[in-house]
T-cell receptor, first 114, second 115 residues
Framework: KAGVTQTPRYLIKTRGQQVTLSCSPI?????VSWYQQTPGQGLQFLFE???????NKGNFPGRFSGRQFSNSRSEMNVSTLELGDSALYLC?????????????FGPGTRLTVT | AQSVSQHNHHVILSEAASLELGCNYS??????LFWYVQYPGQHLQLLLK??????LVKGIKGFEAEFIKSKFSFNLRKPSVQWSDTAEYFC?????????????FGSGTRLSIRP
C-alpha cells in the first residue's frame, strides 16, 4: 500500500504571496490532518478533515485554510505569507475507526518564506 | 485542555545504555497514547500505541512503553540503545471518543547515541 504523499516537497515563496500544499492519504483512509512543525514550536495541529468536512481546528489564524475532496485528497492554503510561516508542513492520514486512531505521516512540504 | 509534557529536551547516551524518556499528559478522561519517532531526514513513524488493555505496550525496534494512569504518564523505554536509535521522539495523546479528534504532541525529545 502506498504511503501518504505530499507535493511539492520544497517550496520557496516571498512574503505576501499565497501557497497551496497537497496531500494524498493512504488508500482507504478518510481522515487527513495537517500539522506545522518548527524547531521552536514543535508539532502544532492545524486542522483535520474527514469526509470533506473540517472536524477540528487548531489555534492558527484564518490565513490558514484547507479542504478535502471526495477522493480524500486534501489541500492546505496559506494566504498572505509571513516570514514566520516558514516550516515543515506535515500531513497525516488515518482510518478513524473506533478501535484504531493511529496516524500515518507523509514526508512533509518544506516551505521557506523570504 | 489536553497537554503533553516531555521534560527531556535532549538526551545523550552511549550505545548499550538503557533508555527512558518521560511523557506526562493532562486529561481526566480516557486517552489513546502514542510514541512517534522521526529519524534524521525521514518522516514521522509510529513506534507504538496504547488504546486499552495491557498497560505495557511493546512496539517496533525493541521499544516499549508503560501507561500508568494514576501518574498520567506514558514513558518510553528500551533496555539497550543502538547508534541507529538517534532520532527525535514525540509522545502524543488523543482524547478517546472525543468529537475533537486532534492529537496533541509533546515538544519532542532529541536522542543522541554515542557510538
Amino acid at each position: 500500500k502506498a504511503g501518504v504523499t505530499q507535493t511539492p516537497r520544497y517550496l520557496i515563496k516571498t512574503r505576501g504571496q499565497q501557497v497551496t500544499l497537497s496531500c494524498s492519504p493512504i488508500s482507504g483512509h478518510r481522515s487527513v490532518s495537517w500539522y506545522q512543525q518548527t524547531p521552536g514550536q514543535g508539532l502544532q495541529f492545524l486542522f483535520e478533515y474527514f469526509s470533506e468536512t473540517q472536524r477540528n481546528k487548531g489555534n492558527f489564524p484564518g490565513r490558514f485554510s484547507g479542504r478535502q475532496f471526495s477522493n480524500s485528497r486534501s489541500e492546505m492554503n496559506v494566504s498572505t505569507l509571513e516570514l514566520g510561516d516558514s516550516a515543515l508542513y506535515l500531513c497525516a492520514s488515518s482510518l478513524r475507526t473506533q478501535s484504531s486512531y493511529e496516524q500515518y505521516f507523509g514526508p512533509g512540504t518544506r516551505l521557506t518564506v523570504t | 485542555a489536553q497537554s503533553v509534557s516531555q521534560h527531556n529536551h535532549h538526551v545523550i547516551l552511549s550505545e548499550a545504555a538503557s533508555l527512558e524518556l518521560g511523557c506526562n499528559y493532562s486529561y481526566g478522561g480516557t486517552v489513546n497514547l502514542f510514541w512517534y519517532v522521526q529519524y534524521p531526514g525521514q518522516h514521522l513513524q509510529l513506534l507504538l500505541k496504547y488504546f486499552s488493555g495491557d498497560p505495557l505496550v511493546k512496539g517496533i525496534k525493541g521499544f516499549e512503553a508503560e501507561f500508568i494512569k494514576s501518574k498520567f504518564s506514558f514513558n518510553l523505554r528500551k533496555p539497550s540503545v543502538q547508534w541507529s536509535d538517534t532520532a527525535e521522539y514525540f509522545c502524543a495523546v488523543n482524547a478517546h471518543g472525543s468529537s475533537a479528534s486532534k492529537i496533541i504532541f509533546g515538544s519532542g525529545t532529541r536522542l543522541s547515541i554515542r557510538p
